[in-house]
């Protein structure tokens, strides 16, 4: 049991960090943001500097210590989770090599789809690629380049020199794991997201067979620890440079993916929660192993004892929001993913509203399709500011309903009663009523924009001794803090009638992109 009565706990996510300072009821003490940039070097480029989230996470700890009194005495656990499906190249002493590739970067995509492709093709994978991967990881990489395995490989071949001086290949919570305790592990979520991971019940680790055929060492990849696990103390350099003590805790955590399921109380077998961010998932706990390949989504092996968690991924959410936010007004560039007061007030629904198709980075579920663009359809000389902003929140919903009916359909998914929706973009009301209407299900909104911060610290929750479980400490976030937004009745008819409208849209899109490109 470690001491002290507070958890700090931080969320990596794309645009910043979220640091808090958490209780023993896992309620907020304090909690701050800050901001590290996201470089665009070039088509399908997405690159961060590693060293800017430690200095961001330096600087929130240190907001918090002029908020919290005693926080470096108090503190008893450190705890991460962060994005998934980076890749950070290091030497042996955790010093990064290259900017690290985040998820959104997908120049490997060309690559992938000739390294997956084949004869006879299912759903763009060969068959063989099906039958080497499937039954091993439950799942392969994506065509779109998205995945590790891409970028690996595409810095094996583009930058030999940094991959032949690379010691290990980490995703990004990895790196600050280092950073903190100077040793290299990694959890279960990153390692089955490179689907170079045996995710078989009674045989979870690294698959000697997957890396070999992609010609990667397994002495280049961390070790794989479960994430309520100790990792280590916080070491000397790191501790002065969080003004923390040494040797405070620090536990292994998990990617965003696990901790926001876990931070949104949704934690039975079937449970299903929604997060908007930047992109946006629908995912939910289940007893085994679900993969669809037709629709591209799967259960991961989560970070708590290699529970599956089933995550349908979407590219676009908050970041459409705020793209439409910042081109009609650059002022709102700072104004969080919410967004509330630039969507605050833009009219009712309207049956001739034109169309929006979020998909302004390709898309993953239920088409893994890298080439898909974004699109309005249907815009008329009548339309005006107010119909577009109306468009985007409704095309973002949409497309969430189009992942959701897949996933929906699985065997013991739960249909019923309201659905935890978190992430920074859930806290935009018209976005989540507008969810409510599309699914035709309550929706409720918790601690919407700190549910990956909430999620972690429910992993440390055991360490400190405030729970028996992990899945105790979360069960008891479920609902507590949020309004329940309703489906209104009559704009369930309206959005029901357009969605079937859409469909048929949607498909000649896709025809058409997968056609001529972007």
């Known amino acids: 049991m470690s001491h002290g009565d507070l958890i700090l706990a931080a969320d990596f996510g794309t645009s910043g960090v979220k640091v808090a300072a958490v209780g023993p009821d896992l309620r907020l003490i304090a909690a701050t943001t800050e901001s590290y940039p996201l470089h665009l070097p070039g088509p399908s480029q997405a690159e961060q500097v590693p060293e800017d989230w430690w200095s961001a996470l330096a600087r929130g700890v240190a907001r918090l210590a002029s908020e919290v009194e005693d926080l470096s005495a108090r503190a008893g656990a450190i705890v991460f989770c962060a994005q998934m499906c980076g890749l950070v190249c290091t030497d042996s002493r955790g010093a990064a090599l290259r900017p690290s590739l985040v998820w959104l970067d997908k120049r490997s995509a060309p690559l992938m789809q000739k390294i997956l492709g084949g004869w006879p093709s299912i759903s763009g994978y060969g068959a063989t690629t099906l039958l080497r991967w499937l039954p091993v990881a439950n799942g392969a990489p994506s065509h779109n380049g998205m995945d590790p395995p891409g970028k690996m490989l595409w810095v094996m071949q583009n930058e030999p020199e940094v991959y032949e001086k690379t010691r290990y290949l980490l995703d990004v919570k990895d790196w600050l794991l280092h950073r903190a305790t100077g040793e290299f592990v990694t959890t279960a ?53 969080l003004g923390l003590r040494p040797d405070i805790p620090v536990l292994a955590g998990g990617g965003d993916v696990t901790a926001t399921a876990l931070g949104s109380g949704a934690v039975a077998d079937g449970a299903l929660h929604l997060c908007m961010s930047t992109s946006s998932w629908v995912a939910g706990f289940f007893n085994r192993r679900v993969l669809s390949v037709a629709h591209s989504y799967a259960t991961i092996t989560s970070s708590i004892g290699m529970r599956p968690l089933l995550i349908a991924t979407q590219e ?47 898309e993953r579920v239920p088409v893994d399709e890298e080439r898909l663009r974004g699109a309005f359809y249907g815009l008329a000389l009548r339309h005006n500011i107010d119909s577009i902003k109306r468009s985007v929140v409704e095309g973002v919903a949409l497309n969430t309903r189009w992942a959701y009916a897949k996933v929906a359909a699985e065997r013991d998914a739960q249909t019923s009663g309201p659905i935890p929706l978190v992430g920074g973009a859930a806290a935009n009301p018209h976005l989540a009523q507008a969810l409510a209407d599309a699914l035709n299900r309550p929706v409720r909104v918790g601690n919407a924009r700190m549910s990956g911060v909430l999620g972690a610290a429910a992993m440390a929750a ?13 069960g008891a976030v479920n609902g507590r803090d949020g309004p329940v937004y309703d489906p209104d009745p009559a704009r369930v008819a309206m959005i029901d009638e357009r969605y079937e409208r859409l469909r048929a849209i949607r498909r000649s899109l896709v025809k058409l992109y997968r056609k001529a490109g972007p």
Do not use: C
């Not at 793209?323 to 007061?341: F, Q, S, V």
């Open 189 to 241: 979520d990153s390692a089955n997201l490179t689907w170079l991971m045996d995710t078989r019940k009674g045989r979870e680790g690294w698959s000697a067979g997957l890396l070999k055929h992609l010609g990667i060492p397994m002495e280049k990849l961390p070790r794989i620890v479960d994430g309520d696990t100790v990792v280590g103390g916080l070491t000397p350099p790191a501790a002065g440079q």
């Open 316 to 362: 676009s959410a908050g970041s459409a929001l705020q793209w439409l936010a910042e081109g009609l007004d650059p002022r709102t560039r700072d104004a969080g993913e919410g967004l509330e007061e630039f969507y605050h007030d833009f009219g009712a629904p309207q049956p001739d509203d034109p169309f929006f198709l979020p998909w302004l980075a390709g």
């Open 462 to 474: 055991p360490a400190m001794g405030w729970s028996k479980s992990v899945w105790e400490a979360a």
